[in-house]
């Protein structure tokens, strides 16, 4: 775990493995101010070092997965780390060790992001153009407005940093910011990067089409249904036709791992019988959500080969904790961009359309078409997305808090108005005069 704080950010050159199609260039990680940028090398090694913050172990299990799955009906805290049985049992204090690292390592993706972007254009050598350049900052911003996106989405009210932290000072004493004004840097982010990325299309790294799909999901989860369709639309083209990709190999932005620099997801979702720590299991909810003969279903759950359920979109395993794994976290797909537009249609009265979009992905998983209406069309969407991408990231905790959903649909396990935000953590609170608590119950 971390000991850095988004406030107090010490700025050392850390070398790790590169990835593989890069050779022998060595991402960095933390950058001392005025020594970085002195080549257009060494501006790309910084970028692939936000790249490299985004699979912090904290971030790659806790962060982007664990954490808003056991604050939901997806999945269970089945370990025995007391920081993550608090999210099991949605019962969340300031303290939380584990939330507050992942904080932390969010907001050193953020930081990073914030040296490339103010650096990158203090580079005088003559081969590296202003096109490369653009690219460079464009990947900084995509990266920095997808950390912005997952904090916001859980913790609501967050500081805003958009300079570099080079040095301590009152310059580090910043307050939260309002989820408008987030959203609004989010956006701005999004949309610079799909105009000045090089990349067109991805999976592993940040392109235009991975950007108009966070344009897109913003916009769903802002209630703009016109810009959402629009944006979706960009990003499949016309006639795409999801029953032709198959389950799961419809990525359109993920994080990736090499063997050499790879993630032990398995070794936290694994049973004890392949040497699993078991750290997460499926819900009784979400195992009962799909349909029967959904062929969705062999591809993210397994009832019967092991002495518990497990969930199986991780299913690379070497050896124990041994950090080799390959799998990819799916942060966004093209099934999510028909989803969205069977949203966004039905919540413009569209039904006929939006039900077109709908039975693309229930044809895909070999299940019967289904006609909505201004009666089903919320429930019948959310379920959809709920069983589509289980295990895949938060999705299901937003989608039913935004939808209204939450605290119906999750007072079983005890969800009430209490837990419609997480608090900050602590330590910051301590730190920063001029941060201010949620207000949450545990505060």
């Not at 954490?67 to 370990?79: K, M």
């Not at 990947?139 to 967050?158: D, G, I």
């Not at 499926?282 to 959904?294: K, R």
């Not at 079983?412 to 900050?424: N, R």
Request: a negative charge.
């Amino acid at each position: 775990m971390k000991t850095i704080n988004i406030y107090v950010l010490f700025l050392t050159t850390l070398l790790i493995f590169s990835c593989a199609d890069l050779e022998n260039l060595e991402p960095i990680n933390s950058i001392p101010s005025g020594t970085v940028f002195a080549s257009e090398a060494s501006a790309e090694a910084a970028v692939i070092g936000i790249y490299d913050e985004m699979q912090d172990p904290t971030l790659v299990f806790d962060g982007w997965l664990a954490l808003p799955q056991y604050f939901s009906d997806e999945a269970n805290a089945t370990g025995t780390f007391p920081t993550r049985l608090e999210f099991g049992n949605l019962n969340v204090f300031p303290a939380n060790t584990t939330m507050e690292a992942v904080f932390t390592d969010l907001y050193d993706v953020i930081n990073v992001a914030n040296n490339v972007i103010a650096g990158v254009p203090q580079v005088d050598e003559a081969s590296f153009t202003d096109a490369e350049k653009a690219d460079f900052m464009a990947q900084a911003k995509f990266l920095r407005a997808h950390c912005y996106l997952h904090l916001v989405t859980l913790w609501n009210e967050v500081p805003l940093v958009l300079t570099p932290t080079v040095e301590v000072g009152d310059n580090l004493f910043v307050a939260r910011n309002s989820v408008g004004e987030i959203y609004d840097q989010i956006i701005k982010d999004f949309t610079e990067a799909a105009n000045d990325l090089t990349a067109v299309t991805g999976p592993t790294f940040a392109s235009q089409q991975a950007a108009n799909a966070f344009l897109a999901r913003v916009a769903l989860y802002q209630g703009n249904w016109s810009e959402a369709i629009a944006k979706a639309e960009t990003v499949l083209g016309a006639g795409f036709d999801l029953t032709a990709v198959p389950f799961l190999e419809d990525q359109i932005y993920s994080l990736g791992f090499v063997s050499v620099d790879g993630n032990v997801l398995n070794f936290f979702y694994g049973s004890a019988d392949t040497g699993g720590r078991y750290s997460i299991g499926p819900s009784q909810t979400i195992i009962d959500a799909f349909e029967p003969d959904d062929l969705r279903f062999a591809q993210t759950l397994d009832l019967t080969s092991y002495s518990v359920p497990v969930g199986t979109k991780y299913p690379s395993f070497a050896a124990a904790n041994s950090g080799t794994a390959t799998d990819p976290i799916f942060f966004i797909r093209h099934a999510e961009m028909v989803l969205i537009l069977a949203e966004a249609e039905a919540e413009m009265g569209n039904y006929a359309t939006a039900s077109g979009y709908l039975n693309q992905v229930r044809t895909r998983a070999g299940l019967a078409d289904v006609t909505l209406d201004a009666n089903n069309y919320v429930d019948a969407i959310l379920q959809e997305r709920f069983v589509e991408f289980a295990f895949e990231g938060p999705q299901r905790l937003i989608d039913l808090r935004r939808k209204g959903k939450a605290e119906a649909v999750l007072a079983p396990i005890g969800y009430d108005a209490c837990d419609a935000v997480w608090p900050l953590p602590q330590r910051d609170i301590d730190r920063n005069i001029n941060l201010v608590q949620n207000t949450c119950c545990n505060c």
